[in-house]
Each structure stands twice: as C-alpha cells, then as structure tokens.
C-alpha cells in the first residue's frame, strides 16, 4: 500500500480535519500521526484548547491509522481522558495506534502531547468496517466521497 497517496487522498477530501488544522504527518500498517498548530479559535473560555479540539484532532488521527489497511472504516465509539489543560500550548501532537485488528471491528489506543513533551489526553475509539471492498485510496472511493461534499 501507498501509504503517501492514502496520507494525501485523504489530505484532499477530509474537509473537516482541514478546516481545524490537523495536519497528519505519518501513516503506516495500524499506526498514524498527526499534528495541529493551536490558533485563537481552538481556545476555549479559560484559554486551554477545547476539548472538542482535542478529541477532533484524536479522531482524525485514529480515523487514519484505521484506513491505512484500505477499507473505508468509520468510528463507533470513542472515549478520550483529558489529563492535562492545554494552556499555554502552541501545537499538539497526536499518534494512534493499533489495539486489536478484526474483519469487521478494530480497536485504538490515541495519545496526545504537547510541545513540551506533556501529555494532554488519552482515548480509546472503536472502528466499523462500511465495505471491505471500499479501498480508501481508490479513486473510485474518493470521487464518491468528492461527489458526496459537491452536493452540500
């Protein structure tokens, strides 16, 4: 598997992802990284990053390392551990990775840190299999997911 031209693939149509920062820096066999630069809009009302960032950014990072066998996989269950504020944070790094890797149901483990090293948060998701035949990196998956966002 290619797994620049999945990184990428999934670069140019995961709108969401993008609007928020995240960048994903590395994707291979059960494992991915990702990283996000914090902008003012991440902050929440005490001036720590937003739990919904920080849960965006473990789900995006999750959702990769979960396609990078192909299949087109989508999250059913998530639970993330906040153990750390992010104040005073300027960018985060995520890295997911396998727990267990089944025909239909894949489980991972998600770490999230700081610049300095500090660990912000934990958090287990949960992953479907939608179609086995539905390679996340053909351009047949990715016209459908184009075909999809051009409707909206």
Known sequence: MDYEELRQLRKDHDLFPNELGVEITK???G???GELVIRPDH???INAVHGGVLFSLADTVCGNAAASYGIAMTTISATMNFLNPALNTEKLFAKADEIKH???ICFYDVDIHDE???LIAQGTSTFF???EKAHAFSPDFAKGIKDA???K
Do not use: F
Request: glycine share 10%; no cysteine; charged share 40%.
């Open 27 to 29: 994707i291979s066999a």
């Open 31 to 33: 494992h991915a990284e």
């Open 43 to 45: 902050m929440n009302v």
């Open 102 to 104: 089944g025909r239909k």
């Open 116 to 118: 300095k090293g500090r």
């Open 129 to 131: 299999a939608l179609d």
């Open 149 to 151: 966002t051009d409707k």
